[in-house]
């Protein structure tokens, strides 16, 4: 996809709420008090950032605080581009940090005695959820925007992508 907001806004609305809350983000509209930036760059400025957070070489999008980073890769005559995935997943990630569910680059906070439920939302349930569910939620966006498109799965199954999540995020709190 073309990397300009305008541009991923105008594809990602009307496929899923998840994709139509991303887009809202790109055109600006967020809730009161509250910022998002959304940062296309090469990979090796990505990696630069990444490696100053903290992070590794070759992510090709994180969010990090108030801000979306995705790489861009330049298309053989044509324009830079980024995978509308990956500004999707990290997208509700960032929905996920302006709802205080998660702080991208932190641990997640959580008023006492509440956890977030595999559909994003905030449960009187007692203790604190893993970064592994929020994982969940943004590949679980990333797949419902994939079979909206018409694109194949990433993954072959739920069980599939549950497994891809414990195999390479820490139950980190």
Known sequence: MRATKQALAKELRGKTPEADQVAD???GKVPPGEKTKFKFAPQATLDNKSLEIGGQV???????QDTVYAAT?????????????????EGVHQIDYMRNLSLPG???????????NINGQMTPVGGKPRTRLL?????RAEEALRQAMGLPRLFPSDMALRRFIIQNYPPVE
């Open 25 to 27: 983000l790109l055109e």
């Open 58 to 64: 070759g992510t090709r999008a994180f969010a990090y």
């Open 73 to 89: 890769e330049q298309a053989p005559n044509g324009p830079a581009y980024v995978h509308i995935g990956d500004v999707l997943h």
């Open 106 to 116: 932190m641990k997640l906070r959580f008023p006492p005695g509440m956890q977030l």
């Open 135 to 139: 994982e969940l939620r943004a590949f």
